[in-house]
């Protein structure tokens, strides 16, 4: 037990330096020892932090509040092992965290928590087994960046509204604004990328649209034979090398073909400029 037998020193005089000097060590050693002891000591008050040594190996310490002790943790001795006064171990975290790491629940919540708000996730959903972020949940918030989805049911039920749909494939636009309250997007427009068929590009301009567009060019060395006959002034068209366009007729009109070039197979033509890409779906985290 180190517990002071008075702590305080003499307030009237004369005392004797030996008398001061006692007075001051035996308070330094109750400091020093954390006020340890059987029992609370009789100079505690409300805040006191003392450590009962009444039960043989173990140290215990407890918070006086000005009437009641609280224990706040026990040390064994023998085994070095921390209990805390609610009743849970010094490795407790450890052991929560090795839990929580092996619970498929709160795995699968956890993916979804690393998300960024305004981060996308994409996912082929046409493959058994895929996975996409939760419709309804309040821990993560997710939309699916597809329109017509804001019904009763819907995935972007009660989280968007207002959706346009403009133009025709391929240069479709479409947009809706975030109405969920507890969103810091709240209130903004986002595009519906799979609905557009558009892609993210990085850029220093966010949030920049493009089209798609085939870059500027000239196709040199165009001979043209030209002859007249009865029906008008005929023209012929040809290029080196040749791509395969070609006029013949009267002048004013006009056809053209693309063909191979003989080495790269057959040219593949559609409604917009594209590259090679297989189909995903587009998801974004508002909350």
Do not use: C
């Amino acid at each position: 037990m180190t517990q002071a037998t008075i702590f305080s020193v003499p307030l009237v005089g004369p005392s004797s330096p030996s008398e001061m000097a006692l007075r001051i060590d035996d308070n330094l050693k109750a400091i020093r020892s954390a006020h340890s002891g059987t029992g609370r000591p009789s100079y505690a008050v409300a805040g006191t932090t003392w450590i009962s040594t009444a039960e043989a190996g173990k140290l215990k310490w407890y918070d006086f509040d000005g009437t009641v002790d609280h224990l706040t943790k026990t040390l064994d001795l023998a085994t070095g092992e921390i209990t805390y006064g609610d009743g849970t171990n010094a490795d407790g975290t450890a052991a929560a965290i090795a839990a929580a790491l092996s619970d498929p629940t709160y795995l699968q919540a956890l993916k979804w928590r690393s998300k960024a708000i305004g981060e996308r996730y994409e996912v082929d959903t046409s493959k058994a087994g895929a996975e996409i972020p939760p419709s309804n949940t309040a821990d993560t918030v997710w939309i699916e960046l597809t329109a017509g989805l804001t019904g009763v049911g819907g995935f972007n039920n009660g989280k968007l509204t207002s959706e346009s749909i403009s133009g025709t494939v391929p240069l479709v636009v479409a947009t809706a604004v975030v109405s969920f309250g507890a969103s810091p997007m709240n209130g903004q427009t986002i595009d519906l990328l799979n609905t557009e068929g558009r892609i993210a590009r990085p850029s220093t301009s966010p949030g920049t649209k493009q089209n798609d567009a085939f870059q500027s060019h000239r196709v040199n060395n165009l001979i043209a034979d030209i002859s007249s006959s009865s029906g008008g002034t005929n023209i012929a068209l040809s290029t080196s090398p040749s791509i395969g366009a070609s006029q013949s007729g009267p002048l004013g009109t006009s056809s053209m073909s693309i063909t191979t070039d003989g080495v790269n197979g057959t040219p593949r033509v559609a409604n917009e400029t594209r590259m090679k890409n297989v189909g995903i779906k587009a998801y974004m985290r508002i909350a």
